[in-house]
């Protein structure tokens, strides 16, 4: 089975994604992180020098390759994954593949964020007060695609023990 984690930028993908492999017994892949590596350049550098969509085509082939070669992985998306190509539609029908999605607050993403705004090109250049609304009219744009993940869970409440512990609980 590969558990594909998704939510927004700082809703925990990662950090979920890494215990929950460790759990299922099983390898983590952060998305981004093999985006880099095969690209030899970080995300922020890929935006800057290709462009948006230029990634988000990398990113669409990315998950397709991960997917169809994969028996057994925990792989954390990026916030604008699903969104793009037919991505979300790839994962729903995939036979393998058990969908997350992470839902977090924009009080408390926001606030996660703010602290982070270097290494997330889509925020960057926003003033930390702009950063909440930016994430609110993200969300409502996303929500379509995150909403047909087949497992939902609201982080806002749970520990991270506690987010792993229930995605195991639903995965049985």
């Not at 994962?91 to 992470?102: E, F, G, I, K």
């Not at 964020?113 to 090109?121: D, F, Y």
């Not at 009219?137 to 749970?158: C, M, P, V, W």
Request: with cysteine.
């Amino acid at each position: 089975m590969i558990v594909v984690l998704l939510g927004y930028m700082g809703s925990g993908k990662s950090t979920v994604g890494q215990i929950l492999a460790v759990k299922l017994g099983t390898n983590f892949l952060d998305l981004d992180d093999y985006i880099e590596q095969k690209q030899k350049a970080t995300i922020s550098e890929i935006f800057n020098s290709k462009g948006e969509i230029f990634f988000r085509k990398v990113e669409a082939e990315a998950v397709k390759q991960l997917c169809n070669d994969s028996d057994s992985l925990v792989l954390a998306l990026g916030g604008g994954t699903p969104c793009y190509s037919d991505t979300m539609q790839f994962l729903v029908n995939h036979p393998n593949v058990v969908t997350v999605v992470l839902n977090i607050s924009i009080k408390n993403v926001s606030e996660r964020l703010i602290h982070e705004k270097a290494k997330r090109p889509l925020i960057a250049n926003l003033k930390n007060e702009d950063i909440p609304e930016f994430i609110a009219k993200h969300l409502f744009e996303r929500s379509f695609y995150y909403n047909q993940a087949e497992i939902g869970i609201q982080t806002d409440t749970l520990s991270v023990a506690e987010i792993v512990g229930t995605i195991q609980s639903k995965l049985l």
